[in-house]
């Protein structure tokens, strides 16, 4: 079951310098954990040790923000694109 | 050094000044090294004391960018009542962010205040804006 994956500029140390990587897995979860396996370390950026989506990246399904879908149980299908992006904030206080 | 075109600074201020009481913030996109675009953008916030961007749009935006072959050159945003200086927030949210970098706007004031600071591993620096 392959699904795309955009990675953002900030994270393509983690990929080899790809843009585009391809990864398998029914949900987020599975999708991240197979493409930890292959490129090390780029979990650990998405998620927190206590298994929740980093608020510093926004991950998107086929142009969806996970945040308004099922959050990493999201559901995969074959052909789906993940697109990642880091959340941009910040502000006076 | 962030040069940018007068006009692009014009659209900042009265974006900052538009919004105020709550914070603005935008994009500037680049081509080989030289600001080409400004996407003013929603503060999904709508705060006097942050700003966060529209998931959603966000990602219109960056397609668009990253489409046209250019690259995110800076992040703008107002501060409505202190310094148009990079606060504690601001640093620890450019570790991830990936923009060189950080142009602030204050509308404290009717006075015109626009700088503009690269943020690298927690390290605020000044830069000059060269307005062309």
């Known amino acids: ?93 | 050094m962030l040069e940018i075109p007068q006009e692009m600074v014009d659209r900042v201020v009265a974006h900052a000044r538009r919004d105020h009481p709550d914070e603005c913030c935008g994009v500037i996109s680049a081509k080989d090294g030289a600001a080409t675009r400004i996407f003013e953008m929603e503060n999904a916030e709508r705060s006097p004391t942050g700003f966060v961007f529209d998931s959603q749009e966000w990602l219109r935006v960056y397609r668009d960018i990253d489409d046209a072959d250019e690259e995110p050159l800076a992040v703008y945003h107002s501060h409505t009542a202190t310094e148009a200086y990079p606060s504690r927030t601001d640093v620890r949210w450019s570790a991830t962010a990936g923009f060189p970098h950080w142009l602030l706007v204050s509308t404290r004031s009717a006075e015109r205040e626009l700088r503009s600071f690269t943020i690298e591993d927690g390290v605020v620096t000044e830069e000059e804006v060269r307005v062309t």
């Open chain 1, 1 to 93: 079951m392959a699904i795309e994956v955009r990675i953002p500029t900030i994270l393509r140390t983690y990929t080899g310098g790809e843009k585009l990587v391809e990864g398998s897995g029914d949900t987020l979860t599975a999708l991240l954990d197979d493409l930890d396996s292959r490129y090390d370390g780029l979990r650990g950026r998405l998620i927190t040790d206590a298994g929740a989506l980093h608020r510093f990246v926004n991950v998107y399904v086929n142009d969806e923000d996970v945040r308004f879908l099922g959050g990493l149980e999201t559901k995969l299908a074959d052909g789906d694109s993940v697109t990642v992006l880091p959340a941009v904030a910040g502000g006076s206080r």
